[in-house]
């Protein structure tokens, strides 16, 4: 199995709060990797870590062997990275469409001039950009609901268009925080099933944070637990289950693992 995010001893600091401590692990090419861990675990710093909001005070993240820990996030994005919110970060007066439409913006190279007239290279961007939009509403099913201003729909269906939106970037690399929050069980069942598609159809890499537990062994191949900034556990959903030190981080949050 080829690595293709490689997290090396990182640590992160807020003031007195060690967010991160020394934190190691890998994820592998193709692969659904989950981060848990009880609540202010440290998984969201670590998304933004590894998405470039928050610079570590030490360590090393490389993605496809490549140091990125400088890389600022819109230079990650290039790489090949998105990321999905975990409270929603879209335009809610704007369409479903035109939020798609919009987060491809970072990945245009023509300029406004180009753009404006609609020529050459601009045009066959516009025609490419499109296509992908198109496939991704497809993809999540979002046809009935393409020009309904984002703001107006069901919270279930707006987390939906937000990994839309991470979805369209067409990445290598899809960090998810929480997709799933706030999600009844019908709901989650899809967003379950377009996740294991991202990984079976678009053979895309999926970096999750969900504290539904049933729901991380049931779609992960390999997960690191978080407990107060330490890394815990890494492995299997059948090794974490069995991890001591897991179980008894668990123990009090009424949790059957
Ligand atoms: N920008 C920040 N400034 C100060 N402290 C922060 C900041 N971001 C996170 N922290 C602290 O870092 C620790 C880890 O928080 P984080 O949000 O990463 O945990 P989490 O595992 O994602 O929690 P949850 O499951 O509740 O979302 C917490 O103590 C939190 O208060």
Not at 85 to 112: P, T, Y
Not at 160 to 186: S, T, Y
Request: with cysteine; proline share 4%; aromatic share 6%.
């Amino acid at each position: 199995m080829e690595p293709i995010l490689e997290v090396e001893g990182i640590s992160l600091q807020f003031g007195g709060v060690k967010a991160l401590d020394n934190v190691t692990y890998h994820i592998n090419k193709g692969e659904i990797f989950s981060l848990i861990g009880p609540n202010g675990a440290g998984k969201t710093s670590m998304l933004n870590c590894i998405s470039g909001l928050y610079q570590p005070t030490s360590g090393s993240i490389r993605y496809k062997g490549q140091e990125i820990i400088n890389m600022k996030p819109y230079e990650r994005t290039t790489l090949g990275m998105a990321r999905a919110f975990q409270n929603i970060a879209l335009f809610a007066h704007m369409s479903v469409l035109d939020n798609l439409k919009l987060g491809r913006h970072s990945l245009m190279s023509s300029g406004v001039f180009s753009g404006g007239l609609y020529v050459g290279k601009a045009s066959n961007e516009e025609i490419a950009h499109r296509r992908k939009v198109e496939e991704v509403i497809e993809f999540l099913e979002l046809q009935d609901i393409r020009h309904t201003p984002v703001g107006t729909l069901p919270y279930g269906l707006q987390k939906r268009v937000e990994v839309g939106r991470a979805l369209a970037l067409g990445p290598e690399l899809i960090l998810l925080d929480e997709p799933m929050a706030g999600m009844n069980n019908a709901e989650k069942d899809m967003m379950s099933s377009f996740i294991l598609d991202m990984h079976e159809v678009m053979d895309t890499t999926v970096v999750l944070i969900e504290h539904d537990l049933g729901i991380v062994m049931g779609l992960s191949d390999h997960i690191a637990v978080l407990d107060f900034g330490k890394r815990i556990g890494f492995g299997t959903p059948k090794e974490i289950q069995q991890n001591p030190d897991v179980i008894k981080a668990y123990i009090g949050e009424e949790t059957v693992i």
